[in-house]
């Protein structure tokens, strides 16, 4: 009983010393043979600033500026690479508004897409899955009333088709993905990998999840709002096809609000070209900063528990009151390269500070530690800790110490 006192005493002084618990992600503080923690899941350090590029016509080598069309915009072979789209209003098609194909750096900026058709085949922009882009930016646009997705990148097996660099930033799309149907469509909705969706706005009602995205690149600084009819999360992973040549999905510094959902790493699914799991499964995974307002917030599959894949989620801020005495959070740990979890002592929630504090003992010196802390909304943490050596350094005297009465 002394003994647990005198180390919890240690610890709080540690901790004291420096400081309070960050909340990118929670504080340890080690002795030889145990480890303190300090977790506040619901502060945030959210930092958003996506200016407007600014290109210049003279650096293209096509420009379509200013166009009033009813029909669809077809950018279908490489005497369309280098266009600049700018400034067009592409309504009533009957198709989909763009039609993107075999081409690169091509840049659709400050557009108005709107009623691209009745029914599901139709989109407001549409990267083929059967011919590769590169270096596509859809900036600015203010994309509407689409039956299916808002924008949507497609990849065809066989084949090989990719969208390599493409960039959505800082568009909005209102009651995209309207058409109800089994196919679930979305305002964004991205095969492709290595993709940046960032600074855009999506609100009103909609079929399916907010933004789709189904392999490795970065969802940052969105706004999610509106409603499902199916009950489909603000930000979901969907593996169905293969990762990019990073292997990381980064959803950060989002905001979303959902019926659902908030942010969803679904459980891994058999491929579009027959590969199973893990195969071609994004493996590293960070979900941070996001302010996220769903029923739960965060939702993390369990197949993802595999020491295969790393799942980091921290510094999420939580809806009212789920930062609580009643809201439990529990630990697991084990040493690094272990597959066995052992099962701590669930964290206590002090008030005063708004943070979980716990600590293990009886662990072993000079051992790192892999470390989860979970509550029941379904946030998550996972980060690893290491006790100190219990052997102290031998002191010896300086070479020129005299002395001397």
């Known amino acids: 009983m002394k003994k647990t006192l005198l180390l919890g ?16 992600e929670p504080a340890a503080v080690s002795t030889f043979n145990s480890i303190g923690l300090y977790w506040s899941p619901d ?27 009813t029909s669809t915009l077809r950018l279908d072979g490489h005497e369309w690479d280098n266009t600049l789209v700018r400034n067009c209003k592409i309504h009533d098609t009957g198709g989909d508004g763009i039609f993107i194909k075999n081409v690169s750096n091509v840049v659709i900026l400050n557009c108005e897409i709107w009623n691209t058709g009745s029914d599901e085949s139709h989109r407001g922009v549409k990267l083929s899955g059967y011919g590769s882009t590169q270096d596509v930016v859809i900036e600015g646009n203010y994309i509407h009333d689409i039956p299916k997705s808002g924008i949507g990148a497609g990849r065809s097996y066989p084949g090989g088709v990719d969208h390599i660099g493409l960039r959505i930033i800082n568009n909005r ?27 855009n706005t999506i609100s009103g009602a909609r079929d399916g999840n907010g933004i789709s995205v189904r392999s490795s690149g ?154 989860e802390l979970s509550i029941q909304t379904g946030l998550k943490a996972t980060f690893t800790a290491k006790t100190s050596s219990e052997e102290f350094p031998s002191l010896s005297p300086p070479a020129n110490l005299r002395i001397t009465k």
């Open 9 to 24: 005493i240690l610890l709080v002084l540690i901790h004291g010393l420096f400081g309070a618990a960050s909340a990118s």
């Open 218 to 371: 970065v969802v940052r600084c969105n706004d999610v709002s509106g409603s499902s009819g199916f009950g489909k999360p603000g930000i979901r992973y969907y593996s169905d096809h293969d990762a990019g040549v990073s292997n990381t999905l980064l959803i950060e510094n989002n905001n979303v609000t959902s019926d659902k959902i908030g942010i969803h790493l679904n459980r891994p699914v058999t491929s579009k070209s027959g590969s199973t799991p893990p195969t071609h499964v994004v493996k590293n995974f960070i979900i941070r900063y996001n302010t996220v307002d769903g029923s739960p917030d965060i939702e993390v599959d369990s197949a993802y528990d595999d020491p295969i894949y790393s799942v980091q989620v921290y510094d999420n801020p939580m809806s009212p009151n789920e930062g609580s005495s009643s809201n439990e959070c529990t630990l697991q740990y084990r040493e690094l390269g272990s597959s066995d979890w052992q099962e701590g002592s669930p964290l206590s929630f002090d008030d005063k500070d708004n943070e979980y504090r716990g600590s293990i003992v009886n662990l072993k010196p000079n051992t790192e530690y892999e470390i």
């Open 173 to 199: 799309f209102e009651r995209t993905s309207t058409v109800d149907s089994s196919g679930h469509h979305h305002p964004i909705y991205l095969q492709s990998s290595e993709f940046l969706i960032e600074g």
């Open 43 to 69: 502060a945030s350090d959210q930092s958003c600033d996506t200016p407007a590029t600014v290109y210049d016509p003279a650096d293209f080598d096509h420009v379509i500026d200013g166009v009033d069309s």
